[in-house]
């Protein structure tokens, strides 16, 4: 990698994250300034009088300032899965809900809508749900014995997250079409359109915790993206390590799916996208995903709710977006993913 190249890659990452912030407050049907945007925290910080209206600071901090934490919090943890799951697993395809904790939060989501729980009871089984998928699916896999485990990980996963896609299947079959379907249908969507002040602790929590353990393996996970054989020769402690990993990313990824519902392309895209930024190695690369998986999140929300007259889902752009972009990145990768 060129001199210099970490640092403007980190510094472009930065740039569409502000971005994003100064976009999000400045769009919308009562559009803040970002003048007025620091006016109202200056006062938060403070205690002082902002001397703006009461409906300014309403907007910041009751409406669209809990929302942009929590896109950034979601975008964010989702790509840093995504950066961790794709070295981990050494496939460059791998996306945070490989090992089933989006399938599995998602099956958790919609059980909580069945039985009539609140908004923090169907929070909470769809956490649960991605917890206990991904531990599902690790002791199955690590049963295995023979052959490679990284391999029967992947594909123990797959047909797991298979199974439960059928549980979530004959939920909706067996819901009430005139209530509870519609909610169903719209959580797997994706939507940040519900979050509030009280949505950002519980969300903020376990994305932190988790992303917290990833920054601080991600001198070793360089290692853990050898191969099985070289990573031990090297002194590394692969099953711990991975374990370790693994529980790491999940939690992150099942809050965010608790949170938002299903986005995704997030942990797919934003990686590959700051591989190409700042390189492969991942102390530079995983902050500069979590950098950029929050703006571009945050920017994906923002079109959501400004493109047409009615919300659109998150996961429809994220996959209209996603895609195309995903083919030209493919495209231009000659010399493989590393």
């Given at each position: 990698m060129r001199p210099g190249r970490g640092w403007l890659g980190l510094a472009a990452a930065l740039l569409v994250l502000l971005s994003g912030v100064l976009l999000a407050f400045s769009l919308g049907r009562y559009p803040v300034s970002p003048a007025d945007l620091l006016r109202v925290l200056a006062a938060k910080l403070t205690g002082a009088p902002t001397g703006l209206s009461p409906a300014v600071e309403a907007v910041v901090l009751q409406i669209r300032g809990p929302r942009v934490l929590a896109a950034l919090l979601v975008g964010s943890a989702l790509a840093s899965a995504g950066a961790a799951f794709q070295g981990l697993f050494r496939n460059p395809l791998v996306s945070p809900d490989i090992l089933g904790a989006s399938t599995g939060a998602a099956l958790g989501a919609v059980l909580g809508i069945f039985f009539s729980l609140g908004i923090l009871g169907i929070g909470a089984a769809s956490f649960a749900g991605g917890l206990l998928a991904v531990a599902a699916v690790y002791a199955i896999g690590s049963a295995l014995r023979g052959g490679d485990a990284i391999l029967a990980l992947v594909l123990t996963g797959i047909v797991v997250g298979s199974l439960l896609g059928a549980g979530i299947g004959l939920v909706k079959y067996l819901a009430d079409p005139y209530n509870q379907l519609p909610a169903m249908t719209f959580w797997l969507l994706g939507s940040l359109a519900g979050i509030g002040p009280g949505d950002i602790l519980p969300l903020a929590v376990p994305?932190?915790?988790g992303t917290a353990v990833l920054l601080l393996l991600r001198w070793r996970m360089n290692v853990m993206s050898l191969p099985e054989e070289e990573a031990r020769s090297l002194g590394?402690?692969?099953?711990?390590?991975?374990?370790?990993?693994?529980i790491a990313?999940?939690?992150v990824t099942a809050a965010s799916v608790a949170a938002s519902g299903i986005v995704g392309w997030v942990g797919l895209v934003v990686?590959?996208?700051?591989?190409?930024?700042?390189?492969?190695?991942?102390?530079?690369?995983?902050?500069?995903?979590?950098?950029?998986?929050?703006g571009y999140l945050l920017l994906i929300d923002t079109l959501a709710r400004t493109m047409a007259p009615i919300e659109v889902p998150l996961g429809i752009l994220t996959a209209a977006i996603g895609t195309p972009f995903f083919i030209v990145l493919?495209?231009?990768?000659?010399?493989?993913?590393?």
């Open positions: 994305v932190l915790a590394a402690a692969t099953g711990p390590l991975r374990l370790a990993i693994v990313a999940t939690l990686p590959h996208l700051a591989r190409f930024l700042v390189g492969p190695s991942f102390p530079r690369l995983l902050p500069t995903a979590a950098i950029l998986g929050g493919l495209a231009r990768a000659r010399g493989g993913w590393s």
